[in-house]
C-alpha cells in the first residue's frame, strides 16, 4: 500500500533555532513530491514541488531535500519564526493517478519565544 | 485576491439531514478537488474535477455527490448525513487537469462540520 510516514509527529523549538522534519514515502514510481504549511484553522499552503528528478527546492527559509534513491525527503527550516508555527504536510503523486495525491498526517511545529 | 473560499464555515447538523458545501475559485483554474481531514489523518480525496462539467470519484466518495456546476464553482452535497461524516472540508483547485505537472493545489480555509 502507498504510504507517506512524517517524522517526528510534533516537534517543539525556540525561536531562531533551525529544524528539520522528515517524509519517508513507499510510493512508487511518483510524479512529483510536495510540502504544505497549513496554519491552525486554514488550509493547507504550498512550499515546495520537487520532480523524482530534482534533489532540493528552496522557498526563503524553507529547503526541502529529496533522495528518491532512499524514499526520503526532507523539510529544512532556517532560523525559525512564531509564525512558522504550523503543520507541515508531505504530499507525493503515484505516477499510476492523472488525480491522485497521497498527504501525510503531518508534523506539528511549535516556535516558542 | 479572494483564491479558493468556502460556505459555511461551520455547520452543525443532525443524523440524516442534507446539506451543501460550497466553492468556489476565481483564479481560473481547470481542476477542483473536495478533501475531507481527520484528525491523525492525512487529507483524503473524496472527489475532484478535471474541468468543468466532469467530476470522478476519489479515495472515500460514499455518502457524498459533487457538482461543477461551472468553471468557477464546485459543491459537495451529503444527502443524508452520518456521525462518521463529521470532518474538514477542504476545497482546492488547481490550473491543469491533472496532478502531473508542477502546478500546486491552491486551498480554502475549510469547513468544519459536526454530525450529531
Known amino acids: 500500500k502507498n504510504q507517506v510516514e512524517q517524522s517526528p509527529q510534533s516537534l517543539i523549538i525556540l525561536e531562531g533555532k533551525n529544524c528539520t522534519l522528515q517524509c519517508n514515502y513507499t510510493v512508487s514510481p511518483f510524479s512529483n513530491l510536495r510540502w504544505y504549511k497549513q496554519d491552525t484553522g486554514r488550509g493547507p499552503v504550498s512550499l515546495t514541488i520537487m520532480t523524482f528528478s530534482e534533489n532540493t527546492k528552496s522557498n526563503g527559509r524553507y529547503t526541502a531535500t529529496l533522495d528518491a534513491d532512499t524514499k526520503q525527503s526532507s523539510l529544512h527550516i532556517t532560523a525559525s519564526q512564531l509564525s512558522d508555527s504550523a503543520s507541515y504536510i508531505c504530499v507525493v503523486s503515484p505516477m499510476d493517478s492523472s488525480y491522485k495525491l497521497i498527504f501525510g498526517s503531518g508534523t506539528r511545529l511549535l516556535v516558542r519565544p | 485576491n479572494a483564491g479558493v473560499t468556502q460556505t459555511p464555515k461551520f455547520q452543525v447538523l443532525k443524523t440524516g439531514q442534507s446539506m451543501t458545501l460550497q466553492c468556489a475559485q476565481d483564479?481560473?483554474?481547470?481542476?477542483m478537488y473536495w478533501y475531507r481531514q481527520d484528525p491523525g489523518m492525512g487529507l483524503r480525496l473524496i472527489y475532484y474535477?478535471?474541468?468543468?462539467?466532469?467530476?470522478d470519484k476519489g479515495e472515500v466518495p460514499n455518502g457524498y455527490n459533487v457538482s461543477r456546476l461551472n468553471k468557477r464553482e464546485f459543491s459537495l452535497r451529503l444527502e443524508s448525513a452520518a456521525p462518521s461524516q463529521t470532518s474538514v472540508y477542504f476545497c482546492?483547485?488547481?490550473?491543469?487537469?491533472?496532478?502531473?505537472?508542477?502546478?500546486?493545489?491552491?486551498f480554502g480555509d475549510g469547513t468544519r462540520l459536526s454530525i450529531l
Open positions: 474535477s478535471a474541468s468543468e462539467g466532469t467530476t
Open positions: 482546492a483547485s488547481s490550473a491543469d487537469r491533472t496532478i502531473y505537472s508542477n502546478q500546486p493545489q491552491h
Open positions: 483564479m481560473n483554474h481547470n481542476s
